[in-house]
């Protein structure tokens, strides 16, 4: 696992994140606590979850649990 934390990379779905964190007004750090927390584990239902219980839009979504599955962590 990796953690990360700002300024995050120009290129792939990191790239999403400052416009996440500005428009949902939760960290990174926090939204993969949501991820975790939520009890579903594959990609697309976890990004519905996202979509539907948070307002999340679907690129966003997309980004955070793509980043998230694929084991890297932000740093709180």
């Known amino acids: 696992?990796?953690?990360?934390?700002?300024?995050?990379?120009?290129?792939?779905?990191?790239?999403?994140?400052p416009s996440i964190e500005t428009k949902y007004g939760r960290s990174i750090a926090e939204w993969q606590q949501v991820i975790a927390d939520c009890g579903l584990e594959k990609h697309m239902e976890i990004v519905e979850y996202?979509?539907?219980?948070?307002?999340?839009g679907h690129?966003?979504?997309n980004a955070l649990v793509g980043w998230t599955l694929a084991g890297n962590t932000a740093a709180p």
């Open 50 to 56: 996202l979509k539907t219980e948070h307002g999340v």
């Open 1 to 17: 696992m990796t953690e990360y934390s700002p300024p995050w990379p120009k290129q792939g779905p990191p790239s999403y994140f």
């Open 59 to 61: 690129g966003h979504a």
